[in-house]
């Protein structure tokens, strides 16, 4: 499985951004795809994800600014970023899971910066 990141760049904050992530396979052979991201010196932490069936989840800290999104179409999951505050800069990586987390799969990463 590969995933394709793309959309990062450099924003001042208030701004927004939209991330892609195309899969190389239909997104329903997916437990969930989604979103996590890492901040300098900081451990990987989930942002947002997706399920089949429509069911999200988002890191308290994102809710109400970002949100997730497919196009089944195109394998893709994306994640607009509203509202962008300087400590939302990060390298943010997409992700998918196979069921029961058996196979977890990652993108190479797109870097989000956020400027004050």
């Known amino acids: 499985v590969q995933l394709q990141a793309s959309g990062g760049g450099l924003v001042q904050a208030g701004g927004s951004l939209r991330l892609s992530c195309a899969a190389s396979r239909k997104l329903a ?41 497919t196009d089944v179409a195109k394998n893709t999951v994306h994640l607009q970023l509203n509202n962008l505050k300087p400590e939302d800069t990060a390298v943010y990586y997409c992700n998918a899971d196979s069921a029961s987390n058996l196979y977890i799969w990652w993108g190479q990463g797109t870097l989000v910066t956020v400027s004050s």
């Open 29 to 69: 052979t997916f437990n969930a795809v989604g979103w996590y991201r890492q901040a300098p010196g900081k451990q990987r932490e989930l942002v947002a994800t997706i399920t089949p069936g429509g069911s999200v989840n988002y890191a308290d800290s994102v809710k109400g600014r970002f949100t997730i999104s």
